[in-house]
């Protein structure tokens, strides 16, 4: 099966698109794949939880049953600490979350290894 790599850098105020990501990460699990997600700009408030509960895209589900489904499934969720530091997302934001803060050379890694790469 194919490394997904899936880069998400539209936030709240952009719900369709945000929700895309984490929806084409979930289907990528589903089918057997390595997933690996990448949250940047605006995206990274998408970890609060005010955001997990409320968000919905239209056709996209909603954004809560999307991440706990990647978090529950092995998925690996990276956020941009330099994001976060300038939207306020603090390390309380991800209490109880398999999502790590990493600095934006993270990306360029997770991007080389990867098959396969989507952009939300």
């Avoid at 998408?46 to 489904?69: C, H, I, P, Q, Y």
């Amino acid at each position: 099966m194919a490394h997904i790599l899936v880069h998400v850098t539209h936030g709240p105020e952009h719900p369709t698109r945000a929700a895309l990501g984490f929806l084409i990460a979930k289907i990528a699990l589903d089918e057997g794949h390595e997933v690996s997600m990448f949250l940047a700009g605006d995206a990274v408030q998408l970890v609060r939880d005010a955001v997990l509960d409320n968000l919905a895209g239209l056709g996209t589900g909603k954004l809560r049953e999307s991440f706990d489904a990647i978090a529950s499934g092995g998925g690996r969720l990276y956020l941009s600490r330099m994001s976060g530091n300038a939207r306020g997302v603090t390390d309380s934001d991800l209490d109880n979350k398999p999502v790590e803060f990493v600095m934006p050379r993270k990306l360029l890694e997770l991007s080389l290894e990867a098959d396969r790469m989507f952009t939300y």
